[in-house]
Every structure is written in structure tokens, then in C-alpha cells.
T-cell receptor
Framework: AQKVTQAQTEISVVEKEDVTLDCVYETRDTTYYLFWYKQPPSGELVFLIRRNSFDEQNEISGRYSWNFQKSTSSFNFTITASQVVDSAVYFCALSGESRYSGAGSYQLTFGKGTKLSVIP | KAGVTQTPRYLIKTRGQQVTLSCSPISGHRSVSWYQQTPGQGLQFLFEYFSETQRNKGNFPGRFSGRQFSNSRSEMNVSTLELGDSALYLC???????????FGPGTRLTVL
């Protein structure tokens, strides 16, 4: 079974501080995909990034960066110089081929989410 | 390109009733998945459809069902509603199995 753990339930930071959201995953699939989604108060999940299990290169996109470490099964997300608009719930998710339904099904397993509040 | 759309956005039903939710995927996307989000259980996978066939199903009772039409639009149905079915139901579409899923705004269902 797959599992995603986001140990931080809620984090509060003051604007312009850096913040790292932790994500630890468990899977027996050899090929899998990791994702981060943002859920603002409106409720819609906004896709941020996808990372393949065979690509451990870290990625930076503006103020966002992601650190994927296969050795520790972690996929952490850092926001640099946080802004009020970053306030949201952030979800880490994992997908891999379903062993029970055969090829082609890559359902997402989500962590419980981390609620980030950026205080002005 | 237009995003994933879901209708209705809000629904209030009473116990024992049934409900049908609709999802229109991004144009060209053939895979549609449904997720239930509750404060207690978080985001849980319901089922996935691809080319009108259910490809995978989560651990939900048979009261939860779905289907997909030839234009990739999908509906999910919940029969004999229970209080615990109150949730945000999210639909997501993707171009293929290896791609990221894009989510709609959700349908917030309240069961009284």
C-alpha cells in the first residue's frame, strides 16, 4: 500500500520568511510519481509540480523549490520569501501503478495536508 | 483551454436521497478521476474512468458509482445518502496515466 505523511499539520510564518513543508512517502512501486498541490480557501486543488521517481534532480520555480531524496523517501517543498498569497493548504501526493487493476491506473494517494498561514 | 468544470457547485440533500454530480474534463483529456475530501479522512480516491471504462475503484461502498460518456464527461452518483457523505467531491482529468491531474473546483455536498 502507498502512504504519504505530512507531519506538519499547521505552520505559521511571518511574511518574507522562508518555510519548508515536509513530505515522506512509502511505496513498493519501482516507478512512481510525486506531486505537490495547493488548495486555497476556494477549494480547488492547484497543481504545482510533478517529479518522477527516476529523476532526483531538485527543481526551482521562482520562489518555490523542491528537494527530492529517494534515500530518505522525502519530497520537501520550500517557499522562499513567503507572501500572504501563499496562505493555503498544501498537499503532497504519490501515484504509482495499481497492483490490483493492472496497467494504466495511477490513482493519487494524498497526505493529510499542511495548512500554511503567512502573517503580514 | 478551459479547465475542469463541475456542476453543481453546492448541493443540499437529506438522508436517503440520491445525488448525481457532473464533471467536464479539459478538452482532449480522456481520464477522469473522482475524489472525496472530508476533514476527518482527507482526500480519498473514489474511482477513475478512461474511455468510458472504470479503470480503478477506491474503497467505497457500492452506493458510490460513476460513469463516463463518449465525450469524456463523467458523472458520479451516490444513492441512499448518509450524513457521512457530506464532503467536497473533486473531479480531476489528465491526458494520460503518466501526467499530472488537473482538478475542478469541486461540488460541496451537504447531507442533512
Amino acid at each position: 500500500a502507498q502512504k504519504v505523511t505530512q507531519a506538519q499539520t499547521e505552520i505559521s510564518v511571518v511574511e518574507k520568511e522562508d518555510v519548508t513543508l515536509d513530505c515522506v512517502y512509502e511505496t513498493r512501486d519501482t516507478t512512481y510519481y510525486l506531486f505537490w498541490y495547493k488548495q486555497p480557501p476556494s477549494g480547488e486543488l492547484v497543481f504545482l509540480i510533478r517529479r518522477n521517481s527516476f529523476d532526483e534532480q531538485n527543481e526551482i520555480s521562482g520562489r518555490y523549490s523542491w528537494n527530492f531524496q529517494k534515500s530518505t523517501s522525502s519530497f520537501n517543498f520550500t517557499i522562499t520569501a513567503s507572501q500572504v498569497v501563499d496562505s493555503a493548504v498544501y498537499f503532497c501526493a504519490l501515484s504509482g501503478e495499481s497492483r490490483y487493476s493492472g496497467a494504466g491506473s495511477y490513482q493519487l494517494t494524498f497526505g493529510k495536508g499542511t495548512k500554511l498561514s503567512v502573517i503580514p | 483551454k478551459a479547465g475542469v468544470t463541475q456542476t453543481p457547485r453546492y448541493l443540499i440533500k437529506t438522508r436517503g436521497q440520491q445525488v448525481t454530480l457532473s464533471c467536464s474534463p479539459i478538452s482532449g483529456h480522456r481520464s477522469v478521476s473522482w475524489y472525496q475530501q472530508t476533514p476527518g479522512q482527507g482526500l480519498q480516491f473514489l474511482f477513475e474512468y478512461f474511455s468510458e471504462t472504470q479503470r480503478n475503484k477506491g474503497n467505497f461502498p457500492g452506493r458510490f458509482s460513476g460513469r463516463q460518456f463518449s465525450n469524456s464527461r463523467s458523472e458520479m452518483n451516490v444513492s441512499t445518502l448518509e450524513l457521512g457523505d457530506s464532503a467536497l467531491y473533486l473531479c480531476a482529468s489528465r491526458a494520460s496515466s503518466y501526467n499530472e491531474q488537473f482538478f475542478g473546483p469541486g461540488t460541496r455536498l451537504t447531507v442533512l
